[in-house]
């Protein structure tokens, strides 16, 4: 079974940074698919964020060239990096595994974009 926990949002101004972490218990990190995803009130559930087993990564247009995912095997931990942001990225962000064929969600962290 895998938990994931979500850490690192909070409110921010407009322009401002923040940087998200998730970490993953169990052995199965490093053979995973990553990713984050949005939701915002009213909204669907969207992803803003995924990083693949050989590194290479994904991004919306939404968020391309201000947000960056990384991730690190040591320690079982994924990040978001997230630059420039803008109250339109006001959400509750989750983290999010899949490997072998099962997919697992982390509890959310509320990010706030405002002024």
């Known amino acids: 079974q895998v938990q994931l926990v979500e850490s690192g949002g909070g409110l921010v101004q407009p322009g401002g940074s923040l940087r998200l972490s998730c970490a993953a218990s169990g052995s199965a990190f490093s053979t995973s698919r990553m990713a984050w995803y949005r939701q915002a009130p009213g909204k669907q559930r969207e992803l803003v964020a995924a990083i693949f087993i050989g590194g290479g990564t994904t991004y919306p247009d939404s968020v391309k060239g201000r947000f960056t995912i990384s991730r690190d095997n040591a320690k079982n931990t994924a990040y978001l990096q997230m630059n420039s942001l803008k109250p339109e990225d006001t959400a509750v962000y989750f983290c999010?595994?899949?490997?072998?064929?099962?997919?697992?969600w982390g509890q959310g962290t509320q990010v706030t974009v405002s002024s």
């Open positions: 999010n595994l899949f490997v072998g064929g099962s997919m697992y």
